[in-house]
T-cell receptor
Framework: GAGVSQTPSNKVTEKGKYVELRCDPISGHTALYWYRQSLGQGPEFLIYFQGTGAADDSGLPNDRFFAVRPEGSVSTLKIQRTERGDSAVYLC????????????FGPGTRLLVL | DQQVKQNSPSLSVQEGRISILNCDYTNSMFDYFLWYKKYPAEGPTFLISISSIKDKNEDGRFTVFLNKSAKHLSLHIVPSQPGDSAVYFCAATSMDSSYKLIFGSGTRLLVRP
């Protein structure tokens, strides 16, 4: 079946602009995660959704970052007033229920803020 | 403070030989450990996992060993193949947030033909 998909695959924007990154999880997966991977580092947790609600958003770096999952499927990560330090690969993952199970990752969106 | 550490940024081995990738952790609340493999321009792919109640888990050419007293785990790949060339990430979850993967910084493995 289809895996996790993310769009766009690449996004170039200017400092101060607003961006939206989209994630389509595997069908039937109730748990969805966003991670951010900077160059030379491993992925860092941002937020975890269980269904439509954000169960843990403790990894969001500041209030410029926000994520939604209104119907419990597709999720959008929103970044306001982008800064150069936001440049990274944003990875989305999903899993069946959310507890001690394999997380399936999408290919990521590479964000570059000029 | 890095809770999961992969101190070797890269490793090069000959095809057919054993690859050993190492990972150390500091958080004694970690109770589940995973290895992910990543090719360029792709997302990480799950490889193998181990619960803290075990000290070894094997899946084909891949074996993960866990030494809880040393807070150390390792991934053994035998025999190594050129297609194994990728970045390998060690990750862990804790008892109080079992959904949150904490990753190491990765080790780039090159298997030479």
């Amino acid at each position: 079946g289809a895996g996790v998909s993310q769009t766009p695959s690449n996004k170039v924007t200017e400092k101060g602009k607003y961006v939206e990154l989209r994630c389509d999880p595997i069908s039937g997966h109730t748990a969805l995660y966003w991670y951010r991977q900077s160059l030379g580092q491993g992925p860092e947790f941002l937020i975890y959704f269980q269904g439509t609600g954000a169960a843990d958003d403790s990894g969001l770096p500041n209030d410029r970052f926000f994520a939604v999952r209104p119907e419990g499927s597709v999720s959008t990560l929103k970044i306001q007033r982008t800064e150069r330090g936001d440049s990274a690969v944003y990875l989305c993952a999903s899993s069946l229920t959310g507890t001690k199970e394999t997380q399936y990752f999408g290919p990521g969106t590479r964000l570059l803020v000029l | 403070d890095q809770q999961v550490k992969q101190n070797s940024p890269s490793l090069s081995v000959q095809e057919g030989r054993i690859s050993i990738l190492n990972c150390d952790y500091t958080n004694s609340m970690f109770d589940y450990f995973l290895w992910y493999k990543k090719y360029p321009a792709e997302g990480p792919t799950f490889l193998i996992s181990i619960s803290s109640i075990k000290d070894k888990n094997e899946d084909g050419r891949f074996t993960v060993f866990l030494n809880k007293s040393a807070k150390h785990l390792s991934l053994h790949i035998v025999p190594s193949q050129p297609g194994d060339s990728a970045v390998y990430f060690c990750a862990a979850t804790s008892m109080d947030s079992s959904y949150k993967l904490i990753f190491g910084s990765g080790t780039r493995l090159l298997v030479r033909p």
